[in-house]
């Protein structure tokens, strides 16, 4: 018997069936490994992308964070002093004035002025605004996560880096929302004191969101580097 197994084994047609089949199996191991690692390049060039994003929005919204809370500190303490909200005419005590002129001298333009009296005058003005960013026109990117979300390479990452990416992103887009319905309003310049208290409120919303952004995003970057 062992003289048979051995002559089977020991003969030409079993060795080619052998290193065939080895050689078929170890064809598809190795297209199998070479298509996970191809995937797993090009899942990192994704993630790569989407980091950048993500870096590109911070600053953006380091930009217009700045920007945002001088304006809104500027509408918040003119807000007591209006008279008249369609000619925008301010009622307020001279020496009052001139703190808010060198406090913000490019801001604040006057028009005309009507002295009450020693105590208060009427300030017919207008307002030279700096909303110099891009985040005034255009919201945060989301093109490249969305592009991720729609492929298999998101099953390369592990879910407390997916988790991290989707509140970071969900945050951006709810400052958007935020954001574009004052500014709408506040362009239109259809003020009333309900209107600008409305204004104000979401104003002060969307930069209460922007600085909890801004305070976490040094914790996610860290959650993010260890996904890479």
Not at 156 to 175: A, G, H, N, Q, V
Not at 185 to 206: H, K, Y
Request: net charge negative; charged share 25%.
């Amino acid at each position: 018997m062992k003289k048979r197994i051995q002559a089977f084994l020991n003969s030409p047609w079993t060795i080619t069936l052998i290193s065939t089949t080895i050689g078929v199996y170890l064809g598809i191991f190795l297209n199998e490994h070479y298509a996970t690692k191809a995937e797993q390049t090009r899942a990192n060039l994704a993630f790569t992308d989407v980091l950048s994003e993500l870096e590109d929005n911070y600053e953006d919204l380091l930009e217009w964070d700045s920007i945002s809370v001088q304006n809104f500190e500027f509408f918040s303490q003119l807000r007591p002093y209006i008279e008249d909200y369609d000619e925008m005419v301010l009622r307020m005590h001279p020496q009052k004035m001139i703190e808010m002129r060198d406090r913000y001298p490019k801001v604040l333009i006057i028009e005309d002025t009507n002295q009450i009296n020693d105590s208060t005058s009427l300030y017919d003005v207008t307002f030279d605004l700096d909303f110099n960013s891009q985040l005034v026109f255009i919201q945060h990117y989301e093109i490249a996560w969305s592009s991720m979300k729609n492929t298999d390479y998101v099953h390369f990452l592990d879910f407390s880096c997916i988790k991290s990416i989707e509140f970071f992103y969900r945050m951006y887009s709810y400052s958007n929302d935020l954001r574009s319905k004052w500014l709408q309003a506040l362009m239109n310049q259809d003020f009333s004191a309900e209107t600008l208290d409305q204004i104000l409120g979401e104003w002060r919303m969307e930069n209460q969101m922007n600085q909890l952004l801004i305070k976490s995003y040094p914790e996610i970057e860290k959650v993010l580097e260890e996904c890479k």
